[in-house]
């Protein structure tokens, strides 16, 4: 039960539940007590049970599955500065878990109107996509989809090297790129090959680099599992 203070009741609450979160009496990925059971257990009432579970859910501490229950979310593995350019590959260690790859494809085709466009470049013959999945400690966490015109990647390019690692032995630098992120649900192809809950949603990092002579030259799709990766941004005030 929880310990009244002078705070509304639905914040005490939400306090409770994270520490029982922390101190393992609720455990990850583990379903909570029924609404009933809960608020009893608490001392308040349901409906306050339910603005606190609400807020929770907001958090992504918490999940409900309609009919099922609400569960305990899993902790994100991963966070990385969204300022900071890493590859995959780096943020999967920094997580100090194994990186690896389920290559899935590499193919060339003709660019077309698009692909000039977003490279830059009107005498583009043909882009290189590759497709792979990577995973961390042989789990799959991220759907990554590169497309590269064919002079800054080569065809026969192996699926489990770092695309960054492959383009600096050809003397192509990478120093930065462009980003924009979108949060998206349940994806039927993508969701199933990342092995995702039906309520698990992904961010997808769409990112242009750019080498140290200002070209356009790998553009990218990754698709990260939400519940495994979390980003975060430094903002700083202009005066």
Known sequence: MIKSDSRPLYLQVIDKIKEDI????FETGRRL???FQLSRQLGVS???LREAL???EDENVVVRRHGVGTFVNNKPLFSSGIEELFSVTDMIRRGKKEPGTNYLSTFMEPADEDDKHRFRDQHIDN???VERVRTADDEPVVYCLDRAPDKFLNETFHGEQSIF???EKSGITITYAMTHIEPIGYDDRISEILECEPETSLLVLKQMHYDDQDRAVLYSKNYF??????FHVVRKRVF
């Open 225 to 230: 599992r939400a519940d495994k990766f979390k």
């Open 22 to 25: 922390e101190s393992g009496v």
């Open 46 to 48: 349901r409906a306050t």
């Open 54 to 56: 609400r807020m929770l």
């Open 33 to 35: 007590p029924s609404e």
């Open 127 to 129: 882009i290189i996509t």
């Open 165 to 167: 690692d492959q383009m």
